[in-house]
């Protein structure tokens, strides 16, 4: 397990230095809720004007009520939906999932979702469909599913 968050931390520290460097232009660094699985707090922290870092720490009722935290590497694809106000990104990315109950369980998350950034406010939207490879416990294959809001700060 040490190996797998090893290197999910050097990508994420690669993958921040990649790209334009620009700070987002609207604000960089949200909090909000998720609901589905998991239900609870959601994070998200612009690195630039495309690439993100986002978390949670939640409850997974499908997982008899245990404590869930995870966290992903997000790339923004602007272009493919258009919108006359504010932003339609499509999103994917690379991540970890850790449940911590009875069992602690661990796992690679590749989240895939939709987000809206309204033009005036410090507001986001989003849906989000999460395939999850489990490697720690036993390995499974599992889909976790949310939407979710959150308030970004400056």
Do not use: C
Not at 5 to 20: A, C, D, Q, W
Not at 126 to 143: A, G, H, N, S, W
């Amino acid at each position: 397990m040490k190996k797998i968050f090893s290197v999910l931390l050097l990508m994420v520290i690669l993958f921040s230095h990649y790209g334009n460097g620009l700070a987002y232009e609207k604000n960089d660094f949200g909090l909000g809720i998720i609901l589905g699985s998991p239900t609870g707090l959601s994070a998200k922290l612009w690195l630039s004007k495309s690439n993100a870092l986002a978390a949670a720490a939640a409850w997974s009722f499908s997982h008899k009520g245990r404590f869930q935290i995870h966290g992903d590497y997000l790339w923004h694809n602007f272009g493919l939906i258009k919108v006359e106000e504010g932003s339609f990104p499509l999103y994917y990315g690379l991540g970890f999932r850790v449940n911590l109950g009875d069992e602690t369980e661990a796992g690679v998350r590749v989240p895939i979702g939709l987000e809206y950034l309204f033009p005036r406010a410090p507001f986001d939207i989003f849906i989000e469909v999460v395939p999850v490879l489990q490697v720690v416990e036993k390995t499974d294959f599992e889909i976790d599913g949310a939407i979710g809001a959150r308030f970004f700060f400056k």
